[in-house]
T-cell receptor, first 107, second 114 residues
């Protein structure tokens, strides 16, 4: 089946810093989503991005499907950005998650 | 519509007991998914439904687990004879259907088996 790898596994940054999270996947996928899991466990959809680039405020994402990776950019990070970020890919109708990147923003 | 609802949010049970979780998807979402998440891991696929039909089951779903979606609306996930290894967060998500696989998740049901 499709393998999804996220890097880095952990990231600690000072408030105001920028960060780039990466998602690599092993096979062609139909779609890709980025999620943020808050401290209460809720998965919040950030981007639905099978290809191209999207921006939403301080967050943006780029997926290069032909090279099998996606990037999530967080600019001017805030403490509320802390949590785990997951990439999930859709291939053959099954949605597979990576293990996530745990982001900790220090005040 | 208030999104995907899951009930109960927390369940503590003794080993060997049966538990049932309920998920109410976003109305008119044809697809409903169940995932399990343990500490430090990403969500793992368990099963999914297209309307009332259960289309795929993960090998993680042992014979103690059963899921239903009668009438293609809400879904239940039952775990019989619970084991301590079943302790996890059980997440439900829904989407509009094939070709529109934007998942919306519920808040999850956290199970603790003592």
């Amino acid at each position: 089946g499709i393998q999804v790898e996220q890097s880095p596994p952990d990231l600690i940054l000072q408030e105001g810093a920028n960060s780039t999270l990466r998602c690599n996947f092993s096979d062609s996928v139909n779609n890709l989503q980025w999620f943020h899991q808050n401290p209460w466990g809720q998965l919040i959809n950030l981007f639905y991005i099978p290809s191209g680039t999207k921006q939403n405020g301080r967050l943006s994402a780029t997926t290069v499907a032909t090279e099998r990776y996606s990037l999530l950019y967080i600019s001017s990070s805030q403490t509320t950005d802390s949590g785990v970020y997951f990439c999930a890919v859709v291939g053959d109708d099954k949605i597979i998650f990576g293990k996530g990147t745990r982001l900790h923003i220090l005040p | 519509d208030t999104g995907v609802s899951q009930d109960p949010r927390h369940k503590i049970t003794k080993r060997g007991q049966n538990v049932t979780f309920r998920c109410d998807p976003i109305s008119e979402h044809n697809r409903l998914y169940w995932y399990r998440q343990t500490l430090g891991q990403g969500p793992e696929f368990l099963t999914y439904f297209q309307n009332e039909a259960q289309l795929e089951k993960s090998r993680l779903l042992s014979d103690r687990f059963s899921a239903e979606r009668p009438k293609g609306s809400f879904s239940t996930l039952e775990i019989q004879r619970t084991e301590q290894g079943d302790s996890a967060m059980y997440l439900c998500a829904s989407s509009e259907g094939p070709g529109a696989n934007v998942l919306t998740f519920g808040a999850g049901s956290r199970l603790t088996v003592l």
